[in-house]
């Protein structure tokens, strides 16, 4: 097989399960507040969608809220004191990427995350020895669902869009993907595991495992 296509991945909720690491820092911010924790399982689901998220589940606080910047760098700054305390690879993450790298199959990452945020974690779990390409959220002035940061990691990379594919967990990945041209595949053992409109996204396949993905990808390869 050759080197002709490209896999990028979202990071958290696709590779990297750092729910709870990011619930322990929402938790700190109640209790300085004198609030009680919340149940971790509240705070889980809504993990892909970061701070804003975070602190909507939380704290009550959406971006319009005039707290809402201070607040939000507080998290950060919570969340970057103990980012990989108790935040650990999906089950099978690591078997399917030795698999892509079996097969000659590159890999990148395109993440919403800061790379500040980012690439601590990726050292952790040695996903930085392979990772091709790396595009964060602070690497353009937009967020997915905007193409930009993919269209970024092509150009970066020096490939057409079309040849490479992406996997994410949030319907924003899917809508990245599509709009940049790239064939999608959700992670559905990620974040949205039990979210039932994952089938109405429009991506071009579901996996509900690393393993199922890792087959999914070798096919993709192997297409003209």
């Known amino acids: 097989m050759t080197t002709s296509k490209l896999v990028l991945f979202d990071f958290d909720g696709t590779l990297v399960d750092s729910a709870p690491d990011l619930a322990a820092a929402v938790n700190r911010l109640r209790h300085d507040r004198n609030l009680p924790p919340l149940p971790y399982e509240l705070l889980r689901p809504v993990a892909s969608h970061g701070a804003r998220g975070l602190l909507g589940t939380g704290l009550g606080l959406d971006t319009e809220h005039a707290d809402y910047p201070i607040v939000r760098q507080q998290f950060l700054d919570y969340y970057a004191e103990d980012i990989t305390t108790l935040s650990h690879l999906f089950s099978g993450v690591e078997t399917m990427l030795d698999g892509l790298k079996e097969h000659n199959l590159p890999w990148g990452i395109v993440t919403n995350k800061a790379l500040g945020l980012t690439k601590p974690i990726m050292a952790k779990f040695e996903l ?72 109405e996204w429009g991506a071009d396949a579901i996996a509900h495992s690393p393993e199922e993905l890792l087959h999914q990808l070798q096919e993709w390869a192997h297409t003209a």
């Open 128 to 199: 930085n020895h392979d990772c091709k390409v790396l595009v964060g959220g602070d690497s353009t002035p937009y967020l997915k669902p905007n193409p930009a940061s993919l269209l970024l990691a092509t150009s970066t990379y020096g490939i057409a869009p079309e040849h490479c594919i992406y996997v994410g967990d949030d319907l924003r990945d899917i809508q990245a993907g599509k709009a940049a041209g790239m064939p999608t595949i959700v992670a559905a053992y990620g974040y949205c595991k039990d979210d039932a409109s994952v089938s």
